[in-house]
């Protein structure tokens, strides 16, 4: 209310802004404005209807448009793991916006990985698909697993964290902070069984009658030496 000594209307439903019994000198303007909220992205066109006046009549519409951006958003992949051991592990990630994916605000700061026994660490970058502003890019990130292998006390769900402000859009906008992706460890347990065999000097090699010997570990045991 109030603007140019008259009262301004807005009305959301029908997206309609009036402004009515303003007063406005000769050779002088009068000038207002009000907040939009986009719900939906996309570029839109905004038009008036004729001004009218006492003294001048009718005149002219105007138009301007409104561009409405939202964040860019990001989903990870990774394989699960179930074999041991390896020394990395690679993860996808994809950035996609409404407009474009700045990839030069890619970097090692941009995820990191969460998972069992405190286990946290950030995701090495290692390149993306296109190098140059656009949607859909496709990053590709590294990590190296607890102890620098994967094995059975690592079994777990892990989770993949974007860390606040790192990937923008042609906007200056960021990725929303906050896990976009999962992999799971599942190594199963080493487990060797077989029968103890009697040796005999130029005889015949049996079975011990009644002798089972079963090995099992928790873990991924080393090569034992050959004998």
Do not use: E
């Not at 990630?93 to 605000?105: L, M, R, S």
């Not at 390149?127 to 590709?140: F, K």
């Not at 906050?178 to 347990?189: E, M, Q, R, S, Y």
């Amino acid at each position: 209310t109030g603007v140019c000594g008259g009262t301004r209307t807005t009305t959301a439903a029908t997206r309609v802004i009036s402004l009515t019994g303003a007063t406005i000198a000769v050779n002088s303007t009068c000038t207002f404005s009000v907040t939009v909220t986009g719900a939906v992205s996309g570029s839109y066109t905004n038009v008036t209807g004729n001004v009218t006046s006492t003294n001048g009549g009718t005149g002219n519409t105007a138009t301007a448009n409104l561009t409405v951006d939202s964040p860019p958003t990001a989903a990870a992949t990774a394989p699960n793991v179930v074999t041991a051991p390896a020394t990395s592990h690679t993860i996808t990630v994809t950035y996609t916006d409404d407009f474009g994916v700045n990839t030069a605000t890619m970097d090692s700061n941009d995820i990191r990985v969460t998972g069992p026994g405190g286990y946290d660490a950030a995701a090495t970058f290692v390149g993306v698909n296109i190098n140059s502003t656009g949607t859909p890019r496709v990053a590709t990130y590294t990590i190296v697993p607890p102890g620098g292998g994967w094995d059975v006390g690592d079994n777990g769900t892990y989770s993949i964290v974007m860390q606040a402000n790192q990937v923008n859009d042609t906007a200056n906008q960021p990725v929303a902070p906050g896990t976009i992706g999962t992999f799971a460890v599942n190594i199963p347990p080493v487990s060797i069984a077989g029968n103890i065999k009697q040796y005999v000097a130029g005889g015949p090699n049996t079975n011990l009658r009644g002798v089972l010997v079963n090995i099992s570990s928790p873990n991924v045991p080393a090569q034992a030496p050959v004998t």
